[in-house]
């Protein structure tokens, strides 16, 4: 579900502009460029994260597991009922079921993924039968901003040249 502009509130848009900040990050580091920023009911950053897949030597650690596994530590509980994540690509399969195990209310992300993203790309996770947990979706929240972040990076990685 796509929402309009006018629609968002304001922390909507600081809330992203953090979660592109972790993903600039994320790509300086030689990692996708993925940040991502959870939020509790009352607006407050709870935890935060880049993608650290390489850096980790651990395949799930994408930005939003990481910041997952951060508010749940913080919340001293595995769910994360009324809390929003913001992140800069749209989810992948891993990632929308921990969000869905982890009750997250709402997920705001900017840029979809045709090849490796789960919400309304590819396997459509949320929309599955057997999915127990469907949080709110807001789709395209600074999008061209997230998406010519991520073709940067590519460019650069498929030219050779050293990180972003």
Not at 18 to 26: D, E, F, M
Not at 60 to 80: D, K, P, Q, S, W
Not at 148 to 153: E, G, I, N
Request: hydrophobic share 45%; charged share 20%; proline share 6%.
């Amino acid at each position: 579900m796509t929402i309009h502009d006018s629609d968002r509130a304001a922390p909507d848009y600081a809330h992203m502009d953090r979660a592109l900040a972790l993903a600039q990050a994320a790509a300086a580091a030689g990692e996708v460029p993925v940040g991502a920023v959870i939020v509790d009911a009352d607006g407050q950053i709870v935890a935060e994260a880049a993608n650290a897949p390489i850096a980790l030597h651990d395949p799930t650690a994408h930005a939003e597991v990481l910041a997952i596994r951060a508010a749940c530590e913080i919340a001293g509980n595995y769910r994360l009922p009324g809390h929003t994540l913001y992140v800069t690509l749209e989810p992948c399969t891993m990632c929308a079921s921990a969000i869905a195990n982890a009750r997250i209310a709402r997920v705001v992300y900017a840029a979809t993924d045709p090849k490796g993203g789960a919400v309304e790309s590819g396997v459509r996770f949320f929309d599955a039968p057997t999915c127990h947990h469907r949080p709110e979706i807001d789709v395209g929240l600074k999008a061209d901003k997230a998406a010519d972040m991520l073709r940067a990076f590519f460019r650069a990685r498929r030219q050779g040249k050293p990180k972003a």
